[in-house]
């Protein structure tokens, strides 16, 4: 059993399922993160919701995200353009927003495991 936090918020565009959500321009808003920079705060679940739908969100705990490339079981992983999971390699002096650890290893289009736990760090 995976105990996950999972909270409901309203859509503030189309979000795809399995992918990095950050907060939108209201509050109880999320929309798919599109940057390492953006403030990721945890992944959609397996239905995704479209603009204006409730999007529950998995905050806390392990959760399955779609990869954006090739990740290796332990590393840092944060969003790319797509709200997909990527490893972390941020440039010197630039800070990234990690959304938590990669449980397995997978390339671009698995879904793979994520232990949930947003923090940031820098190149």
Do not use: W
Not at 75 to 103: E, F, H, Q, W, Y
Not at 108 to 123: A, R
């Amino acid at each position: 059993m995976n105990p996950i936090l999972t909270k409901a918020f309203t859509a503030g565009a189309a979000i795809n399922p399995y992918r990095i959500v950050q907060f939108g321009s209201a509050d109880a808003t999320v929309i798919q993160a599109t940057s390492s920079t953006d403030a990721a705060l945890g992944i959609a679940n397996s239905l995704g919701a479209q603009s204006g739908d409730r999007a529950d969100v998995c905050l806390v705990g392990i959760a399955d995200c779609e990869f954006g490339g090739a990740i290796t079981r332990g590393a840092l992983v944060t969003a790319d353009a797509n709200g997909k999971a990527v490893a972390a390699a941020p440039g010197a002096s630039v800070n990234a927003r990690i959304i938590g650890v990669a449980m397995v290893s997978g390339v671009s289009g698995d879904i793979g495991t994520i232990l949930i736990n947003p923090t940031q760090i820098q190149g």
